[in-house]
């Protein structure tokens, strides 16, 4: 029985020494496993009598049973010791640190085309892409631009050596769009409703506010009782959805040869909300896009009979657009190619 | 232009209404106003009539004099004097004590040891005109003392009207045209101008005249004898100055003064050197010299105003030096005509020449204006110079006429076009108002457009509409979306793998969008000595370093590169933008929209990174159209290529782009440290290939089994060889083939590959992959792929 009492103690001292897992398990080999000191007490129990066989049996299991339960007990400890070490050694890292925002980019004019195709997108308009090199009817004499207009006078409009010309303006879309939709419009009565972003370029000098080539977009839509209480409507809903704010609008009459009637359309300042200030002239109103019902010479010339039909058109300076966004001061910075401009651009909302 | 409001309430009686009002009205409806509306006199207060009694000079100086002044009071007024013009019995303009110029008020004040009690004011001083040369001379009977503001217009509201919004409007270019706009915002009836009766000279000779040439449509004059008023009335001067002219004399005053009012400019000759009136081109170029003393150089498509065969004027742009009245003319005569529009506007671009007339006339003005102009002046002329005589008959020519236009519509076209219900009594008035001759039977009108609006704005029913609407105002229209019925909308392919292949390169790939112009930048290309290739040229570019248009976007590319140099270690650019690579049959452009990819870096392997453009368009094929490319080694074209790694991209074994790594020399002249890689892909033959869909494989319930081998290969056999070895021989299980690992020496390529088989159906065994891969080993020795 002392011999039980002194392995008990024996196994207290080993077991409090163990400093690790592996050592513990040594330990629980030496005393539990098949060679084990404890095990070893069992094999010694042939000498004893019945009766003492049986109760020095009862000890031995009794303490087998102790030493398995210790030895869980100094599992569950090391482990705890074990993760307060690691905790310990963990240094607190410096979080401040600054981010590293290295990513890409979009052009900001992708960003503002995007704004204004999703909410054309959003109200069933088609998005129309155009080529860039155009003939002179599509520029113009399919939009009522006659030879005469000063519009087409040479030191505005690039023209190649083939006779083509660079567009000058996104109108020049106009007259194969309403061909390409005209048939659906007339057999099925599915209106034509189209924007169409796209470069356009001007044969001009170049300075802060100025650039040879820029963007614009231009919309419309044709059906049978399209008014200018809708052009209107629509006006104000497209640029309350792009200034995300309710703006408030004026017409003025303006002339375009490609609408009739033509206007010229204000929205009161962003800035001074309408007060006046450096930015709107002290008007209070920024003149913003051009617009119209489309004229009949234009439908007629795209196929589409204007007694039977009527249809408003806009234009809008997506590069204004662009640069009043984001208040970009010199628009030859967007062409500029320079990252260290451009790359700042980086959300797609 | 600026316009008086003295002027249009000539017109039409505006009494009781809000000027300012009125012209924001007038802005939204009419013609854009500028900002700044100008309160003419309105900071002049206290002017009054002065008689100089008494003028004596001045003990010490030499230029002031002492002045005793009649204002109407009981005293005489001292006043000190420097002006050079004083003489005793002068009326003129005296600001008296209390009086306010501008800023400043008058008080008692001691100049030169003199007490001046007050200031003899110059013109200019009061603001009516620029002459600044001595005070005042009133020639006016006015008694002393009277409020110089009470007999003299030097109260106006003066306000500009932007010349570019009056384009379409002929009939704007003058104050009785824009009268007739006021009159018809306010509701208020314009008045008829006042003019003498033409036909009491009927019986009088007629001048020698005749158009020669289709261009002049109408050509009117008149001769008169005897005038003999030198300086105009003030307040015709006023009003000329207020408009932004200056006044010369009266007669000049007075065509000026007409142009203003009626929009239709006039000249006056000298009847001696017009005594045979033709209008004419001449085959020859000449030199001719214009009133202003400028020699012109005339060409055959100038029309000219001649006498005879000799030119004495540049029709509808300036009259010669030579026929210009001088001190003693006797007898004048007075032109008022019409020419074609596009014709005028032509001659001035090419004389570079623009005057008050001619910007008229290129807006094609109404020809039945040119005998009323007449018949205008006549009245004012006889007002002022009552001794004028004139002495031939109303000559007049009328080669074009335009015809009537007339216009028939109903109420529901109106309804229609403009969305919202305006009744027909307001389209009656509003109609009337501006001129139109209306009548409206059950819900149809019949419309007679006004000569002065039928030249070329309204011509159609169109027009009609922007006259009742605006005039109705646009801020009053009630606003509501269409009826339209809907139907779905797709998106253009191109555009959509467009916005998607931005997202990509932007997102995943952290690569940098940026724009660019579409010719080759000459001066940037020839820097990275990279030749500027023959393509289509501009035909009108400015400047030659941007003539040609560009075949590719990579130049263009580099170039930015270039830029951007320094901007970070590594950095990757695109854009989605057009170039011009060749002509059709019929000589137009082969226009294509091309995605251009750009990669730099001085951190990375070149073969790292051209891989990793390689990976990027992979990805976008996978995302787009999930399909894999294809590359075969392709040729260098281009200066800027490099000759051994430059591949065709395939898709579906169409080609439909470029990679490549740049050509050293050039890459060298960007950054001798760098590697830099290019792709190029033709966003149309992109989306012609047709998107596969996504094939969902189940995953299999049964473990996977990898096989790898290493093999040595051969010089010249690439990854595409080999894939062929085991294309034909997966029997279903063998799912992918990837390099795992690679060894390279001088003259050794090896590489380990791993084979996945797995299998839906069944636990495969080893043999069946055994022998799959036995098949494998074969084919590849067949192209000296042999097992390490």
């Known amino acids: 029985m002392d011999k039980i009492r002194e392995l008990r103690e024996e196994f207290e001292q080993k077991l409090a020494q163990t400093s690790d897992l592996a050592l513990l398990d040594k330990v629980r080999v030496d005393y539990l496993g098949k060679k084990g000191s404890i095990t070893a007490l069992l094999k010694g129990m042939k000498e004893l009598s019945n009766e003492q066989k049986k109760s020095f049996g009862a000890e031995v299991n009794k303490l087998k049973g102790y030493a398995a339960k210790r030895i869980e007990e100094r599992v569950e400890e090391l482990r705890r010791l074990e993760t307060e070490r690691e905790i310990?050694?963990?240094?607190?890292?410096?979080?401040?640190?600054?981010?590293?925002?290295?990513?890409?980019?979009?052009h900001p004019i992708t960003l503002v085309q995007r704004q204004c195709e999703n909410i054309f997108k959003s109200m069933g308009f088609t998005v129309e892409d155009y080529p860039e090199v155009v003939t002179d009817y599509e520029c113009f004499e399919s939009v009522n631009i006659p030879k005469h207009h000063p519009a087409r006078d040479m030191q505005d409009t690039y023209y190649l050596t083939n006779g083509q010309l660079l567009k000058s303006q996104t109108s020049a879309a106009q007259n194969a769009i309403l061909k390409k939709y005209g048939k659906n419009l007339k057999e099925n009565g599915v209106p034509i409703k189209a924007i169409f972003p796209g470069r356009c370029f001007r044969n001009e000098a170049t300075d802060a506010s100025h650039e040879n080539t820029f963007f614009q977009m231009e919309g419309m839509m044709v059906d049978r009782d399209i008014s200018i209480s809708n052009l209107i409507f629509f006006m104000k809903t497209m640029l309350s959805e792009v200034f995300q704010r309710d703006v408030k609008v004026r017409l003025r009459p303006g002339f375009f040869p490609f609408v009739e009637p033509g206007f010229e359309l204000d929205i009161n300042c962003l800035?001074?909300?309408?007060?006046?200030?450096?930015?709107?002239?002290?008007?209070?109103?920024l003149e913003l896009c051009p617009c119209g019902m489309i004229h009949p010479n234009v439908l007629r010339e795209g196929g589409i009979d204007p007694d039977e039909y009527t249809g408003f058109a806009f234009g809008l300076g997506l590069t204004r657009l662009a640069m009043m966004e984001y208040k970009i001061k010199d628009i030859r910075d967007l062409n500029s190619g320079s990252l260290k401009a451009l790359s700042q651009f980086t959300d797609d909302e | 232009m600026f316009l008086s409001m003295n002027w249009i309430s000539d017109f039409v009686d505006l009494s009781g209404l809000d000027k300012q009002e009125l012209i924001r009205q007038f802005s939204l409806s009419t013609a854009e106003v500028e900002n700044d509306i100008f309160f003419k006199g309105s900071d002049i207060s206290g002017i009054v009539v002065a008689e100089i009694k008494s003028v004596e000079n001045h003990p010490e100086s030499k230029k002031l004099h002492l002045l005793k002044v009649d204002i109407g009071s009981d005293e005489l007024i001292d006043v000190v004097c420097g002006a050079p013009n004083v003489r005793v019995g002068m009326k003129t303009a005296f600001a008296k004590v209390g009086a306010q110029i501008g800023d400043i008020t008058i008080a008692p004040r001691k100049l030169a040891g003199f007490t001046s009690n007050g200031m003899c004011c110059g013109e200019a001083e009061i603001g009516i005109s620029d002459d600044n040369s001595g005070i005042m001379e009133i020639t006016d009977d006015i008694p002393n003392g009277t409020d110089l503001k009470s007999v003299y217009e030097i109260d106006d509201i003066v306000f500009e009207v932007d010349n570019k919004s009056l384009t379409n409007r002929p009939d704007l270019w003058g104050h009785y045209g824009i009268a007739r706009e006021f009159a018809a915002l306010a509701g208020r009836p314009l008045k008829p101008l006042d003019t003498e009766d033409l036909t009491a000279f009927d019986s009088l000779p007629k001048v020698d005249l005749r158009i020669e040439d289709p261009l002049c449509y109408r050509y009117s004059c008149l001769q008169v004898e005897n005038i003999k008023r030198g300086i105009s009335p003030v307040n015709m001067r006023i009003r000329l100055y207020y408009c932004g002219m200056r006044a010369i004399n009266f007669l000049a005053d007075l065509t000026n003064y007409l142009m203003l009012e009626m929009g239709q400019p006039m000249h006056a000759f000298d009847s001696?050197?017009?005594?045979?009136?033709?209008?004419?081109?001449f085959e020859k170029p000449f030199v001719f010299q214009t009133l202003d003393g400028v020699e012109r150089n005339i060409d055959e498509n100038t029309l000219m105003i001649c006498n005879g065969d000799t030119p004495v004027a540049i029709a509808g742009i300036m009259g010669g030096l030579d026929s210009e009245i001088v001190d003693d003319t006797t007898t004048l005569t007075l032109e008022s005509a019409t020419f074609d529009a596009a014709s005028i506007r032509k001659s001035t671009v090419r004389l570079a020449h623009r005057t008050d007339a001619s910007m008229r006339y290129e807006k094609s003005l109404d020809p039945e204006l040119t005998?009323?102009?007449?018949?205008?002046?006549?009245?004012?002329?006889?007002?002022?110079?009552?001794?004028?005589?004139?002495?031939?008959?109303?000559?007049?020519?009328?080669?074009?006429?335009?015809?009537?236009?007339?216009?028939?519509?109903?109420?529901?076209?109106?309804?229609?076009?403009t969305g919202i219900e305006i009744d027909n009594e307001t389209i009656v008035k509003t109609l009337q108002s501006l001129g139109f001759k209306v009548s409206v039977d059950n819900d149809t009108f019949d419309v007679v457009v006004p000569s002065w609006r039928a030249t070329k704005d309204v011509t159609m029913n169109a027009d009609i509409i922007e006259e009742i609407t605006r005039i109705y105002g646009y801020d009053n229209f009630e606003i509501h979306t269409t009826r339209s019925p809907l139907y779905p909308v797709r998106m253009d392919e191109v555009k959509r793998n467009e916005e998607k292949i931005k997202d990509i390169l932007v997102k995943r790939y952290s690569l940098h969008e940026l724009h660019s112009y579409v010719w080759a930048y000459y001066d940037e290309l020839k820097a990275l000595g990279i030749p500027v290739e023959d393509n289509i040229r501009l035909l009108n570019a400015t400047n030659p370093n941007i003539e040609t248009i560009r075949n590719s976007m990579i130049p263009t590319q580099l170039c930015q590169v270039k830029t951007n140099v320094g901007y970070a270690p590594d950095f990757g650019i695109f854009e989605v933008g057009r170039v011009v690579t060749g002509m059709t049959e019929d000589d137009l452009c082969v226009e294509k929209k091309m995605l251009a990819v750009t990669l730099y870096s001085k951190t990375r392997e070149v073969k790292e990174l051209y891989f990793a453009l390689r990976d990027m368009l992979a990805v976008i094929t996978d995302d787009i159209k999930h399909r894999a490319l294809d590359f075969a080694a392709a040729e260098p074209a281009h200066s800027y290529e490099h000759p051994v790694n430059l591949n065709t991209i395939l898709l579906d074994g169409k080609a439909i782009g470029t990679i490549g790594i740049v050509h050293p020399n050039v890459g060298k002249k960007i950054d001798k440290k760098a590697a830099i890689v290019f792709a190029e892909v033709d966003m149309q033959a992109f989306a012609d290939v047709e998107n596969a869909s996504i094939v969902y494989a189940e995953p299999s319930k049964f473990p996977p089994m990898d096989y790898d081998i290493s093999v040595v290969i051969p010089k010249g056999v690439l990854f595409a060889d080999m894939a062929k070895c085991w294309k034909n021989e997966g029997k279903g299980i063998l799912k992918s083939a990837k390099v795992v690992d690679s060894y390279n020496t001088e003259t050794f390529h090896s590489e380990t590959i791993r084979f996945e088989f797995s299998s839906n159906e069944r636990t495969l065994s080893s043999n069946e992959v055994q022998e799959i891969m036995d098949a494998v080993i074969a084919n590849l020795k067949e192209i000296d792929v042999k097992l390490r």
Not at chain 1, 88 to 106: E, K, N, V
Not at chain 1, 271 to 285: N, T
Not at chain 2, 272 to 281: C, N, P
Not at chain 2, 384 to 394: F, P, Q, R, T
Request: glycine fraction near 8%; charged fraction near 25%; include cysteine.
């Open chain 1, 88 to 106: 310990a050694l963990m240094p607190r890292f410096d979080i401040t640190a600054p981010a590293d925002l290295t990513r890409g980019s979009y």
């Open chain 1, 271 to 285: 800035i001074c909300g309408g007060e006046g200030c450096a930015s709107c002239k002290h008007s209070g109103w």
């Open chain 2, 272 to 281: 001696r050197k017009v005594g045979k009136i033709r209008i004419k081109r």
């Open chain 2, 371 to 417: 005998d009323v102009a007449i018949a205008r002046f006549l009245n004012l002329l006889k007002k002022y110079d009552s001794g004028a005589v004139v002495v031939s008959a109303l000559t007049d020519e009328y080669a074009f006429r335009y015809d009537t236009v007339e216009l028939n519509f109903t109420k529901a076209f109106v309804d229609r076009y």
